[in-house]
């Protein structure tokens, strides 16, 4: 009897300790450890979303970063393990025992996908304005994000203090906007295959909304809208809003905005009524209240 109760003890150490279920994209998954200790994020504004509740020192590495002039080697003393997607060998290298994802792609087939990062005894997190038939209430995507991880890091008050920051943030955003007309925007995501923006789906639709303006697409309803230049010269926007990312540099949409026979007769192109964001600011991310009440003080300042 004594021997089957070493035995059991013995089991019972060597298993892995369950802290919690918990939902995210509508699902449950489960948490192998009762504390993340090695966590790996795939995006930037993953990476963000995890170093503002605090939990740095249990992140093992980020991959991805989208923001021009970003470093690619450290992030906030966080090791960059890859500038894109990374392998799944580069992947398991660093042991992680959570993997968080920005958009749905940082999780790829096979062992590197959600189901195959279970099965390895790795837990995997997306933030909810990512998953597969998400709503458009992306703020609220925002609080459930902090909620779910904040509980999973055990970093709740954190995460509250965050949620109800970004809630006080929107509010003053609110009372600067005030109830004078929307200004026109016109969100240029990237020109490498056109000009891309982003239509009623898209979170620039909501963060425009929040910061008083309206997206110049608001009306399709699509998440993404390639529009030319015919079609952005008759709805002649009264703001350009430009992304500027690795990929896509906000310098190099000026440059085309401003060499372009069609787009620089823009009456925004004139005024020069053109202002540049990093690129995951205009993602849902943990500081989109703040970004939303830094863009409505820039809109108001316009000439």
């Not at 035995?7 to 939902?23: F, I, K, T």
């Not at 992030?75 to 992680?96: C, D, H, M, N």
């Not at 697409?217 to 350009?240: G, K, W």
Request: contains cysteine; neutral net charge; proline residues 5%.
């Amino acid at each position: 009897m004594r021997t089957l109760c070493v035995l059991a003890g013995a089991l019972l150490c060597a298993s892995p300790v369950v802290a919690d279920d918990y939902r995210n994209c509508g699902e449950t998954w489960h948490l192998p450890v009762s504390t993340p200790s090695r966590i790996v994020a795939l995006n930037q504004h993953a990476a963000d979303l995890v170093l503002a509740l605090g939990a740095g020192p249990a992140l093992a590495g980020v991959a991805y970063l989208d923001d021009t002039g970003t470093p690619q080697t450290q992030y906030f003393g966080v090791p960059v393990i890859s500038t894109r997607y990374p392998s799944s060998e580069v992947l398991y290298a660093q042991k992680p025992d959570l993997v968080v994802g920005g958009f749905a792609s940082a999780f790829g087939n096979g062992v590197t996908s959600r189901s195959g990062l279970g099965r390895n005894g790795v837990a995997s997190y997306l933030l909810e304005s990512a998953c597969n038939g998400h709503s458009l209430d992306y703020f609220e995507h925002i609080r459930n994000d902090l909620s779910t991880l904040g509980a999973l890091l055990h970093r709740q008050q954190r995460a509250r203090k965050l949620s109800d920051a970004m809630d006080a943030d929107l509010e003053k955003a609110k009372a600067l906007s005030g109830a004078g007309k929307s200004l026109s925007v016109f969100y240029l995501d990237s020109e490498v295959n056109g000009l891309d923006s982003e239509g009623r789906r898209g979170f620039v639709t909501t963060l425009l909304a929040a910061a008083g303006a309206r997206n110049l697409f608001a009306d399709i309803n699509q998440y993404r809208v390639t529009v030319s230049r015919e079609t952005l010269l008759a709805s002649d926007p009264d703001v350009i809003l430009l992304a500027d990312a690795q990929w896509s540099p906000a310098s190099r949409k000026r440059q085309l905005l401003m060499q372009d026979p069609v787009l620089s007769t823009l009456r925004a192109v004139r005024e020069n009524r053109v202002i540049d964001i990093p690129f995951t600011h205009l993602l849902p991310m943990v500081g989109s209240g703040r970004v939303a009440l830094e863009l409505a003080e820039r809109l108001r300042a316009l000439p």
